[in-house]
């Protein structure tokens, strides 16, 4: 049985942003994990702006798809929500996880091996 400081402590974790929210929408095949744990492929990164839209749409309650990552938590999709959700101070994030390696970085984008 939880006391009541722990009941407390799952409360605020549940009500923090990335908390309670992330729960919602997409939750089949998918897992909640803390931010930290994430990591981009070297070199990757976005303009602002596409941050900020990103940042707006959280802002606004929106359920955004997860992020998806290989088994090594590298992303493979969702480098700008990431970043919107890193911007905005969330400490859990909805990951999906793929059987995928990522073997090069090219332009904009991943050459992806399945």
């Excluded at 905005?88 to 990951?95: A, E, G, M």
């Excluded at 990522?102 to 332009?107: A, C, M, S």
């Amino acid at each position: 049985m939880k006391t009541n400081n722990e009941v407390l402590v799952d409360l605020k974790e549940a009500i923090q942003p990335g908390g309670l929210q992330s729960n919602l929408g997409y939750n089949q095949g998918t897992s909640r994990i803390s931010i930290k744990e994430l990591h981009i492929k070297k070199g990757h990164h976005c303009k602002l702006n596409d941050i900020l839209f990103f940042c707006q749409k959280i802002e606004n309650g929106e359920v955004l798809e997860p992020i998806e990552v290989n088994q090594n938590n590298l992303i493979v999709d969702g480098v700008k929500r990431y970043f919107a959700y890193k911007r905005l101070k969330y400490s859990f994030v909805q990951v999906k996880v793929s059987n995928v390696f990522i073997e090069e970085f090219i332009g904009d984008g991943f050459k992806i091996i399945k």
